[in-house]
């Protein structure tokens, strides 16, 4: 899969587009960019088009300029802009939550529906938070490509090591036992990752709680209850501030990543069924 690069009015934009059809805009996580495709699992390619931008930060999408949620949005409308598409299912992913948020409130035209899927809904990590703290040092634009260098390097000797290593991260379910299918997945979507200088942004960036108020489009809010990375607090909060709004909480020992795995099924079935409603 190759990604194009466009030179919008308000800046470059790196996306990634597969298939044909229902057009859905995936707003990724941290550490990740347009290549990330463990969140379309379970869609047909000649029903949906899937297209997925670099979020400011990631990818070859420069951070300049764009650094609030409430600016990325403004960047992915003006992409939709140049596609063109007629108004799309947009698709929140952890961090990338805030910006599906901010386009649904500000771009109604551009969104016909909202899925938040294990997606932040508000200030993610205080400053004296130990994540906050560490990612400031491992995942800094000076060291994280050797970070994620050394991740690579032993995903590839020693895959199993390093799916246990990072699952805690991901999961409250301390006993749950790694298939080598579900190794293989997360080994596969890691490949992809790299932080550049998206994810220390991602760590600062907070929105307006009236956002969520404002978005009036049909939104799905999917979240497992094991969910170790964003609190399944988000969701909650999507809830109750989004008025057209359900919420599916999901029973996924992957907790963050409930894509990974044959229990993803659920999440998937749920996801679809919210689009052709």
Not at 124 to 142: E, H, R, V
Not at 171 to 197: M, P
Not at 220 to 235: C, G, M, P, R, T
Request: charged share 20%; with cysteine; glycine share 6%.
């Amino acid at each position: 899969m190759n990604s194009t690069v466009i030179n919008t009015k308000i800046g470059e934009i790196e996306y990634c587009s597969v298939g044909q059809g229902i057009p859905i805009v995936f707003i990724h996580g941290g550490h990740s960019n347009c290549f990330d495709t463990l969140s379309h699992k379970g869609f047909d390619l000649s029903k949906f088009q899937l297209i997925t931008p670099s979020r400011p930060g990631y990818g070859k999408t420069p951070l300049n300029g764009h650094r609030t949620p409430k600016q990325t949005a403004e960047l992915i409308a003006e992409l939709l802009n140049c596609l063109p598409i007629k108004p799309a299912i947009v698709y929140g992913i952890s961090a990338g939550g805030l910006t599906a948020i901010e386009l649904a409130a500000q771009h109604p035209d551009k969104v016909q529906k909202l899925i938040l899927a294990s997606a932040i809904s508000k200030k993610w990590l205080a400053k004296d938070n130990k994540i906050y703290k560490t990612a400031q040092i491992i995942f800094n634009p000076k060291t994280e490509g050797v970070t994620w260098g050394m991740v690579s390097l032993f995903s590839k000797l020693l895959p199993r090591i390093i799916a246990n290593s990072f699952y805690p991260q991901f999961s409250t379910f301390s006993k749950h036992q790694l298939k080598h299918e579900d190794i293989q997945e997360l080994i596969s979507a890691l490949k992809h990752y790299r932080s550049k200088s998206g994810f220390l942004n991602d760590v600062d960036q907070d929105i307006c709680e009236t956002s969520l108020e404002k978005i009036e489009c049909p939104s799905l809010i999917i979240h497992s209850k094991y969910d170790n990375s964003v609190s399944i607090e988000h969701a909650i909060n999507a809830k109750e501030k989004i008025h057209n709004s359900q919420f599916v909480e999901l029973d996924n020992k992957w907790g963050h990543l409930f894509w990974i795995g044959k229990a993803s099924e659920q999440a998937v079935m749920k996801t679809i069924e919210f689009i052709n409603e």
